[in-house]
């Protein structure tokens, strides 16, 4: 299936190549700037009921937009980005169905189950998406956090995702590695994710085609979406277009 986004950076909607993110802004580089709102994306999803994106603030600056996106297409769409525990609530309220947390449930390189399970005691494991997403180190899959630059001792592997599948209702997991590159997706991580994940979990990253939609779908055995970011049309993408995503859903829900 096919999960839409809307990324959002000094409040626009962008589409970043995600190996560049870092807090001081050097090397960013950038393939899309909308001139649309947020709000615009969200209406976009509603109407074509496409629920369970994500919505990713990329650092400050962006709170008026994602909650303007939340508020046209409430408990439609997951929100992330600087999300903890003194914040979780207010993005539900505000119209998330779902919050994504990354960074903020790991100290010192590693997971801190504590925090973890204070945010469950908050908002309820099925309100709570934990991000993943991670880079290739020795040849294994590593989170990484504070906007894909540092290196976790989180591997992600069956004997983790089984752990964490007890907190949270899915997994988002972008390959940051081939993220915004549209050089394709990362298939040994989607055969790793189909193999290991026991509940819903979303891949991201390097999607640059129809096929990839069809590819992942098929590998993923029907347990991964993806999302795709650069390559779609109405982020000036050439070579996928969004109404196509949107038929590809349909067929795959309709009665046969």
């Not at 994306?41 to 990713?56: N, P, R, S």
């Not at 990354?102 to 973890?116: A, C, K």
């Not at 591997?155 to 390959?175: G, P, Q, S």
């Not at 040994?188 to 590819?215: C, F, H, K, M, W």
Request: glycine residues 12%; hydrophobic residues 40%.
């Amino acid at each position: 299936m096919f999960r839409p986004c809307i990324d959002l950076h000094e409040g626009k909607v962008k589409q970043i190549v995600g190996g560049t993110l870092s807090d001081s802004g050097a090397g960013l580089r950038t393939n899309f700037v909308s001139e649309r709102p947020a709000s615009w994306y969200a209406e976009l999803y509603k109407k074509d009921g496409l629920k369970g994106g994500h919505v990713i603030q990329l650092g400050a600056g962006n709170e008026s937009a994602a909650r303007a996106a939340l508020a046209a297409f409430p408990g439609g769409l997951h929100l992330g980005g600087g999300v903890n525990l003194d914040n979780a609530r207010g993005w539900l309220d505000a119209g998330a169905s779902h919050v994504i947390v990354t960074s903020w449930v790991f100290r010192d390189g590693q997971l801190d189950f504590d925090r973890v399970r204070a945010l469950v005691a908050a908002i309820g494991k099925e309100r709570l998406v934990l991000d993943l997403s991670c880079r290739v180190r020795d040849g294994k899959y590593w989170v990484v956090t504070d906007r894909w630059q540092k290196f976790t001792e989180f591997e992600v592997n069956r004997h983790e995702l089984e752990r964490l599948a007890a907190f949270c209702d899915e997994f988002l997991i972008h390959a940051a590695d081939v993220e915004g590159l549209c050089g394709g997706v990362d298939l040994e991580l989607v055969q790793r994710l189909t193999n290991d994940s026991p509940i819903p979990t979303t891949y991201a990253g390097g999607a640059r085609s129809d096929l990839d939609l069809e590819e992942v779908t098929r590998v993923g055995a029907g347990k991964i979406d993806l999302t795709i970011g650069s390559a779609l049309d109405i982020f000036g993408g050439t070579c996928v277009r969004y109404e196509d995503c949107v038929a590809f859903n349909r067929r795959l829900t309709s009665p046969a």
